[in-house]
């Protein structure tokens, strides 16, 4: 009896170690630090959905949403949420080396222009003639000849301060520049950290309102991850999606698992960061027709040549080498539906 209680043990011990061989580790780079609009990757790590997948995704904070793509191609990360816009600027030259998007999450662009009221700047023409501060490199400061080219603008009365991200926000309340180029989600919740009314004092003026119909952030893969491991893709959208969904109805439940894994985050900025992410950038009329996840390929065409134009890219890659269908559920489990709680 003893031989075969023993035998029995050893053999669960085998079975366990094998199980535990063939869990697939994914590294996932976030596109900055912890925030509530990351609640979705989280909570389906706390819920055991990437588990269920047979993956061990290990999420570490981003430097940047565009230097997801970097992080990816460096092959220090697997995957990772960022911006698709960052992926066609990589493809056009690096096509073999450059990750691929398989869920789209901002169906809207953060790309946007905010100004102080006092600035007297009440439409996108009132531009001109004023001192716009935009951070070198980002996609809104690098856009802004194509926002000023589609939209008749006349480029040489707008004067362009140059400045790091974070003296955006201070320079613009002091008065300093009448207006700031930045992504939306960041800037807004700044300001409310800078005990400001964004909504109140401050005018938006987004990108994607004025002939930039661009994509933005969503989950990446490498290359190298799709063609050695499509398994561990399609597990890890899966996993994904069904987080979305869920903290789409539930975004205290959300949250509970963003602090579970950073305590330091500042729970009501995040949370109400989490539902602007909602509001802004994932419910779209579009969202609601394909469903979470998806793009529509012709509107993908022409957002790579409103890149291509504006980083003067001398290769337009196919809709095909930035974003793949092939890993998603089907449209029936990709149905969001956003409850605010």
Avoid: C
């Avoid at 389906?44 to 997801?68: M, R, W, Y």
């Avoid at 409310?192 to 987004?206: A, G």
């Amino acid at each position: 009896m003893l031989k075969k209680v023993s035998a029995a043990l050893l053999g669960l011990a085998l079975f366990a170690g094998t199980a535990a061989a063939e869990e697939t580790t994914i590294k996932f780079t976030l596109g900055w630090k912890t925030q509530g609009s990351d609640a979705a990757f989280f909570y389906a790590k706390d819920h055991g959905f990437f588990k269920q997948e047979g993956l061990n995704v290990v999420i570490d904070q981003g430097e940047g949403s565009g230097a997801t793509v970097t992080r990816i191609m460096s092959g220090a990360y697997d995957a990772g949420f960022g911006d698709v816009n960052a992926i066609i600027q990589n493809a056009s030259t690096k096509p073999q080396d450059a990750p691929v998007m398989v869920y789209m999450i901002w169906n809207q662009p953060p790309f946007a222009i905010v100004a102080k009221n006092s600035s007297g700047i009440k439409t996108i023409k009132d531009f001109e003639g004023h001192t716009l501060g935009g951070a070198q490199g980002t996609p809104t400061t690098r856009l802004l000849p194509v926002f000023v080219h589609k939209n008749g603008l006349d480029g040489e009365k707008i004067k362009i301060s140059n400045m790091a991200p974070n003296l955006q926000e201070p320079m613009l309340i002091k008065g300093d520049i009448d207006a700031a180029l930045v992504f939306n989600i960041t800037s807004y919740f700044n300001l409310v950290l800078n005990r400001q009314d964004p909504d109140k004092d401050f005018k938006w003026f987004s990108f994607g309102d004025y002939g930039m119909d661009l994509y933005s952030n969503g989950v990446m893969v490498s290359r190298k991850l799709l063609a050695s491991n499509p398994k561990a893709v399609a597990g890890l959208v899966r996993a994904i999606n069904k987080g979305m969904i869920a903290v789409a109805k539930d975004q205290n439940a959300g949250m509970k698992a963003a602090v579970n894994f950073d305590n330091l985050i500042n729970v009501d900025v995040e949370k109400r960061r989490l539902q602007y992410s909602f509001d802004k950038l994932i419910v779209s009329p579009e969202m609601k027709e394909i469903g979470v996840g998806d793009i529509k390929d012709d509107r993908m065409a022409r957002a790579i040549g409103i890149i291509v134009e504006g980083y003067q890219l001398t290769r337009t890659p196919a809709p095909s080498e930035i974003f793949t269908r092939g890993f998603l559920p089907p449209r029936a489990e990709r149905e969001l539906v956003y409850i605010t709680n």
